[in-house]
């Protein structure tokens, strides 16, 4: 059966399955009420399944219709990022390499590469944004990301996965603090003191607060700031503990009086690894900055060819 998808169904159908009601959709589309019911009856009949639930509400999608949406989403993204590019090239720039990567690669390891991969390929533009790890590998499974960097314990089949560094998470606290004389406790341990923690967009914040949620318990949160350092201060002046990626504490506590306390969760030893869909189908500078990532992760003077791992 060949199925052929109109863009316009497919935007309609979104605003549909956001706004459970048709009318408020067809509004969205800039369609008059009939003929956005008419567009989603079509689609239907083509497909050969209901995708909607009619209900005196409004509506709700079937399993089907959620499966449309999850392609409609998938095929309208990849046509912005398309729009995008195409308008770059326009501008005099030849390539885009969009990369999502979580905090500790953010903020500890990636700025250096990324200022000397931009030095080197002028006219490259690139994207970088910070999101938990299985957010990131489903952005590149589905094409909104071309390289991503998350830590090992998310799953990452389908992709080519290469081994890049290694951090753990450790608890910093003030050496006047009562856990500051521990030499290892459990995250659980931690949950009845005050915490010092990164703004609620970052990915460290996030993957802490599911942790602690796991154990049905909240993150008492005295504080938020927007850096590694500035949580680092806060703990120096007995604010409250916090949780940070070992290279950031060590860096800081060369300077603050703060203490370092080994987390003995399993969650806290952490491998990153650089994943892709297809390394060989991405382009030349793309592969360059991988190998750029690679070499800077082992330590190596000159990059060499990045080595998938499936």
């Not at 008492?220 to 703990?235: L, N, Y």
Request: charged share 25%; proline share 5%; with cysteine.
């Amino acid at each position: 059966m060949a199925l052929h998808f109109d863009l316009v169904d497919l935007r309609l159908f979104v605003f549909i399955a956001e706004e459970s009601n048709l009318t408020r959709a067809a509004a969205r589309a800039h369609l008059s009420l009939p003929a956005a019911s008419m567009r989603v009856k079509h689609l239907e009949q083509a497909i050969g399944v209901k995708l909607l639930n009619r209900e005196s509400q409004g509506v709700s999608l079937r399993p089907p219709g959620r499966t449309l949406l999850h392609h409609a989403r998938k095929v309208l993204g990849q046509l912005e990022s398309l729009r995008g590019d195409l308008q770059e090239y326009a501008e005099g720039v030849k390539g885009h390499v969009r990369v999502q990567a979580n905090t500790t690669a953010i903020t500890e390891f990636i700025p250096p590469v990324l200022s000397a991969f931009l030095l080197s390929h002028p006219d490259v533009n690139t994207d970088l944004r910070e999101r938990l790890s299985h957010d990131i590998v489903r952005a590149v499974n589905e094409g909104t990301a071309d390289i991503g960097i998350v830590a090992d314990s998310v799953d990452t089949a389908g992709l080519q996965a290469m081994p890049y560094r290694q951090d753990r998470l450790v608890l910093a606290a003030s050496a006047r603090h009562p856990l500051a004389r521990k030499r290892a406790l459990d995250f659980a341990a931690t949950l009845d003191y005050d915490y010092v923690a990164l703004h609620e967009g970052s990915a460290i914040h996030s993957f802490l607060a599911q942790a602690a949620a796991r154990l049905r318990r909240p993150l008492k949160i005295r504080t938020q700031v927007s850096s590694f350092e500035a949580v680092c201060r806060m703990i120096a002046a007995d604010v409250g503990i916090g949780i940070l990626p070992e290279s950031a504490a060590r860096r800081h506590a060369a300077s603050l009086d703060i203490r370092l306390v080994r987390l003995s969760n399993d969650w806290a030893a952490r491998n990153l690894l650089i994943c892709v869909r297809e390394l060989d189908s991405l382009p030349l500078f793309a592969r360059h900055l991988i190998a750029m990532l690679e070499a800077d992760g082992h330590g190596e003077a000159s990059p060499p060819r990045a080595r998938p791992q499936r």
